[in-house]
């Protein structure tokens, strides 16, 4: 992720090691007693690089709690997680640098043809259809979204689906515009968050990595 944010964001990409590394008491209770392994391993991994990209900001290595489904970033703070088969990346900034952060990495595969439709606009398809077939496009739609809502929730507090973003990647620049639908502006406009965002994409090893960001006012 490091080479999709600005240096004023912290990244911690997880090692081996960081998948059975070790939990704070508060962070260990926000994961359910019935939790399987695979979960286990992603969400430690997770709270490890959390806790160490806060020390790579100058803080303390607090814990990172859940509500709603979400990390609970420290006080000043402002993160995003994600995690994908083999891979877990955290990302955290100063609110006074950084309003909103969005990343996301998903396996570069394709997307079964329902869940494509689910995920993308008719107009995402058509376009994804037409571009360059070296790489999945409905992938790198997806993961863009999932950024895209990332940033989103917890400014506006709400639920942002799929159909309600219409992404268009930038093959050549490596960059993607979101464009909000306009039933969703004027709740954009309450929270301060603009109607087009552009982040940054890349494809390499196996995965597609999207981060997306808002620079503080």
């Known amino acids: 992720m490091r080479d999709l944010l600005p240096p004023s964001v912290a990244v911690a990409v997880a090692t081996a090691?960081?998948?059975?590394?070790?939990?704070?008491?508060?962070?260990?209770?926000?994961?359910?007693?019935?939790?399987?392994?695979?979960?286990?391993?992603?969400?430690?991994?997770g709270r490890v690089c959390a806790r160490r990209a806060l020390?790579?900001?100058?803080?303390?290595a607090a814990p990172v709690t859940t509500h709603d489904r979400a990390p609970v970033w420290p006080p000043g703070t402002i993160g995003s997680i994600t995690h994908t088969a083999g891979y877990c990346a955290a990302v955290v900034a100063h609110r006074h640098d950084v309003r909103a952060l969005g990343v996301d990495a998903e396996q570069h595969r394709p997307l079964g043809e329902g869940v494509?439709?689910?995920?993308?606009?008719?107009?995402?398809?058509?376009?994804?259809?037409?571009?360059?077939?070296?790489v999945h496009w409905p992938s790198v739609v997806f993961s863009a979204k999932e950024?895209?809502?990332?940033?989103?929730?917890?400014?506006a507090g709400s639920w942002l689906g799929f159909e309600e973003a219409?992404?268009?990647?930038?093959?050549?620049?490596?960059?993607?515009t979101?464009?909000?639908?306009?039933?969703?502006?004027?709740?954009?406009?309450?929270?301060?968050?603009?109607t087009e965002l552009t982040g940054r994409f890349v494809v390499e090893g196996g995965l597609v990595r999207t981060a997306l960001y808002l620079p503080a006012r």
């Not at 439709?117 to 058509?126: A, G, K, Q, V």
């Open 17 to 45: 090691a960081d998948f059975t590394g070790e939990l704070h008491p508060a962070e260990r209770a926000c994961l359910s007693a019935t939790a399987v392994e695979s979960r286990r391993r992603e969400f430690t991994a």
């Open 55 to 60: 020390g790579a900001l100058g803080l303390p």
């Open 116 to 134: 494509a439709r689910l995920i993308c606009l008719p107009e995402e398809l058509d376009w994804c259809a037409a571009a360059p077939d070296a």
């Open 147 to 155: 950024s895209v809502y990332k940033v989103w929730h917890p400014l």
């Open 166 to 176: 219409r992404v268009r990647p930038d093959p050549g620049a490596g960059t993607f």
């Open 178 to 194: 979101a464009l909000l639908r306009p039933e969703r502006h004027a709740e954009a406009a309450a929270h301060g968050i603009p």
